[in-house]
């Protein structure tokens, strides 16, 4: 698990909270998975709202020089 990919997920984190994503969870998958090492997940109340979360979290970690790979819901 690098640093780098910490770093990632603590933005995305960020980016959801400012969104006021609710119940965020941050899964370390780093020790069973060779594609990616967090899952995170994380709820909203209405579909504009996930909208805002997923725009927001490919918008900052744009920002931050990486590219979500793969985001679902």
Known sequence: MSEESRKMAKLAVEALDDKKAEDI???DISNVSVIADYFIIASGSNANQLQ???DNVDEQ???AGSHAKQ???
């Open 61 to 63: 970690l744009y920002k």
């Open 25 to 27: 969870k941050v899964i």
């Open 52 to 54: 805002a979360m997923q």
């Open 71 to 73: 985001i679902e819901g």
